[in-house]
């Protein structure tokens, strides 16, 4: 199913509160959105403080690399303060953590979130005047933007579910 759902209002600050009222830790995955939709990701956006994070490529400036990070008492847990094992065939490439910090560098220097603010609001400017005839749902967050091939909103899995595939399909190996 291509494209991504925003959260209903609400929906993050309850699921924190939920995980600290019942002492579970809230993950967020950022793969998609760390560094990429704000400087702090979806959490910067939406205010809302995981206890863990997961990032991929985007820390690497685009090269394989992953991480997590979180709160200290977590991260405590990892060897070799704690007893947790962790270890990964990229984990700490050098050369990936440094296009990585030469990355976030550059985005500093040129404001690059605003920058891709701006750019991707003119973007969906563009993209509903020519959706706007249509039962195609525009989707936008800073530089990230998907189509749905179904008449809006879409708020769930089942409103995603309504898109036409094949119309994607077709849209997607021509574009």
Request: proline fraction near 5%; aromatic fraction near 10%; hydrophobic fraction near 45%.
């Amino acid at each position: 199913m291509p494209g991504f759902i925003f959260p209903q209002d609400n929906f993050l600050s309850s699921l924190r509160e939920e995980c600290t009222r019942h002492g579970a830790v809230l993950i967020f995955d950022e793969v998609m959105t760390g560094f990429r939709v704000a400087r702090g990701g979806t959490q910067e956006i939406h205010g809302i403080k995981p206890d863990l994070t997961a990032l991929g490529k985007v820390i690497g400036g685009g090269l394989p690399v992953g991480a997590f990070g979180g709160r200290a008492d977590i991260m405590n847990k990892l060897s070799p303060e704690g007893p947790v094992y962790q270890a990964g065939t990229l984990s700490g490439n050098p050369l990936a953590m440094a296009a990585g910090l030469a990355q976030l560098r550059e985005l500093e220097r040129i404001n690059g979130w605003k920058l891709l603010e701006e750019r991707g609001a003119q973007f969906e400017k563009l993209a509903r005047e020519v959706t706007s005839k249509s039962d195609i749902t525009f989707h936008r967050i800073g530089s990230m933007f998907c189509l749905f091939f179904a008449a809006g909103p879409i708020a769930d899995l089942a409103g995603a579910k309504r898109s036409d595939l094949k119309a994607f399909a077709r849209f997607f190996t021509r574009a």
